[in-house]
């Protein structure tokens, strides 16, 4: 069964794509977030009767499952005043993280009188199709309908719904998605202009497909992250994983370095402990926001080591400092999430994300190899990847060239320090499809709520993403008014 798919050896390295999650570096560092006090009461739960497969006419196409969608109607100016509707695109996880976690929407409710509505991915929280997770996840054949067109269709179906619902035909909707949300978010802009009249794309990476953004280019950032932050970190972490291999070599060595790092069990060969030392520091640099900095904290515990210390030393204080005192580190035995399990199917169909590591990053060089890949879906799945599938629907490739005629009312904005910036979109490619970005920021950290804590720079680029939402909208009032009078003349 996929749900028991776990990935070992040398080839994980090749094959893990670090996640698109908007929400995963503030619920890492503050899981309370998920109490269902931290979500609000104005929030009401809705199901809407889904479309299996909106592209074929299949008797078995015309299926359907419950997918979950949640409003809040506190600030809402009504039908009646055409007043805009935020519509939140959920990712590769439950609902549930996103309704505690995503601020942008409640931020700027009131400003702008809006209804707000979060939609759940199919395959995902209690948005299943096929009655049960076990029968969804069951093989190539059920996971099929599981895709980004399918879930931005399912999207379009739904707001239309809701918009027929509540007779609000000439309210304005704004589609806010973040990371492989904010991609969903651009692309349903620009393939149903008559649903959404704008979108803001949040640390969306939607040119990392293909050969549009080169292959180190995410592992380049992480380096550029820590040795920003500190000189002497960034060369204790690319020295380690030559001692890391030297003492794995060694008999009994694997017990050495599971002694070292506290591991919860015994490490099996050195890459269990390198891929998670790797990802730690990929989390980190991904998620860098304050105010807690988590590459400044695992430097922090690097530097902060005894002087006397060995190398191995100083990297696991690194990894005390980040994930805080506990019992053991490194291979905690866990099973894999719903949410791992759905990325994993998702990168290995259409989502191919080439990210490899090259020369010259304080990691071991390990290039995207893709026929590897795709020998490993293939093994799991026994369909291959469509690893141009993205830009051939959806495009990027010329990108400025084609959308400064053909789109509008898009922002892409992302924070520099992000990894993943690499392959968003960073330069205006219209006077409508607009990038705002900043040069501290991080994986999504401008629709996560405001704080008072928020450095001056998150707090402008806010208020410049209200500002062209806000021009959007008066826009399509000014546009709208000669439409209404002529209705008024012809009742």
């Known amino acids: 069964m996929v749900l028991s798919i ?15 999650s908007p929400t995963r570096g503030a619920l890492m560092h503050n899981p309370d977030l998920l109490s269902s006090a931290a979500v609000s009461d104005d929030l009401q739960t809705f199901y809407y009767p889904q479309t299996l497969d909106h592209f074929n006419y299949q008797p078995e196409s015309y299926a359907t499952f419950q997918q979950r969608y949640v409003m809040n109607f506190k600030h809402w100016g009504g039908a009646n005043n055409r007043a ?23 931020d700027n409710a009131i400003r702008f009188n809006a209804l707000l509505v979060y939609i759940e991915h199919r395959y995902y929280g209690k948005s ?10 069951k093989n190539a054949s059920t996971l099929g309908y ?11 179906e739904i707001i239309m719904h809701i918009k027929k619902k509540l007779n609000t035909f000439y309210s304005p909707v704004i589609v806010i998605g973040g990371s492989y949300g904010g991609s969903l978010a651009s692309w349903l802009r620009l393939k149903y202009p008559h649903v959404a009249l704008g979108a803001l794309a ?24 820590f040795k920003e932050t500190s000189e002497t970190c960034y060369r204790t972490i690319r020295d380690s994983w030559s001692v ?43 998620y860098n926001a304050p105010p807690t900095y988590p590459v400044t904290v695992v430097c922090g515990g690097i530097d902060g080591a005894n002087g006397k210390q060995d190398i191995l030393s100083k990297i696991f204080a690194g990894v005390v400092a980040y994930e805080g005192n506990r019992s053991c580190y490194i291979n905690q035995p866990t099973d894999a999430s719903e949410t791992d399990v759905g990325w994993r199917w998702q990168t290995c169909s259409e989502m191919v994300t080439p990210i490899g590591i090259g ?20 093994s799991l799945y026994g369909v291959p990847p469509r690893p141009h599938w993205v830009t051939s629907y959806y495009g990027g490739h010329d990108i400025k060239l084609i959308l400064q005629k053909f789109g509008s009312n898009i922002i892409f904005s992302n924070g520099l320090r992000d990894p993943y910036s690499r392959g968003g979109v960073l330069e205006n490619i219209s006077e409508t499809i607009l990038a705002i970005h900043t040069v501290n920021g991080s994986h999504c950290l401008d629709i996560l709520p405001e704080d008072e ?19 959007w909208i008066a826009q399509y009032y000014a546009d709208l008014e000669p439409t209404l009078i002529k209705q008024k003349d012809l009742s």
């Open 128 to 137: 299943i199709p096929f009655g049960s997770r076990e029968e969804a996840f």
């Open 202 to 225: 949040s640390s969306a990476p939607i040119l990392y497909f293909d050969k549009l953004t080169p292959r180190g280019a995410y592992f380049s950032v992480v380096t550029k992250d």
């Open 453 to 471: 804590s928020d450095p001056e720079w998150l707090v402008r680029q806010r208020e410049a993403e209200g500002k062209v939402i806000q021009g």
């Open 244 to 286: 890391i291999d030297k003492i794995a070599s060694q008999p009994h060595g694997l017990a050495i370095l599971s002694s070292k790092f506290k591991t919860c069990e015994p490490l099996k060969d050195s890459f269990e402990l390198k891929d998670k030392l790797g990802d730690m520091y990929a989390g980190a640099a991904q």
């Open 84 to 106: 805009p509707i935020f519509a939140y695109l959920g990712a590769e996880a439950p609902l549930d993280g996103d309704l505690a976690v995503i601020g942008f929407l409640d």
């Open 359 to 378: 020369n010259n990053t304080m990691f071991q060089a390990d290039p995207f190899d893709l026929n590897a890949f795709i020998q490993e879906c293939m």
């Open 146 to 156: 599981f895709n980004s067109a399918q879930a931005i269709a399912d999207y379009a």
């Open 6 to 20: 776990s990935i070992t050896g040398t080839a994980a390295s090749r094959f893990n794509i670090p996640r698109l």
